[in-house]
């Protein structure tokens, strides 16, 4: 099977998301997909949105803490 030639649309759009953002493969147990979905689309959130939310707040947790004496 032959892939069609991409739109002018999505070649920008190509050119853009990989000058501007970086992947981060994410693998998960079968079944959690659908439970992460869930919870991101309870509080009105894209899947991505949700996960970011959730690394980047465990992050100011982790920066607020602060060592035993």
């Known amino acids: 099977m032959e892939d069609k030639p991409l739109s ?8 853009y998301n990989d ?6 493969p994410l693998d998960v147990k079968k079944g959690m997909k659908a439970v992460y979905k ?10 991505n949105g949700y996960i970011q939310k ?16």
Do not use: F
């Open 8 to 15: 002018a649309a999505s070649r920008a759009k190509r050119k």
């Open 19 to 24: 000058a501007n953002y970086e992947r981060i």
């Open 38 to 47: 869930a919870a991101a689309d309870a509080e009105g959130m894209s899947l």
């Open 54 to 69: 959730a690394m980047e707040e465990k992050m100011k947790r982790k920066a607020n803490e602060t060592p035993p004496v």
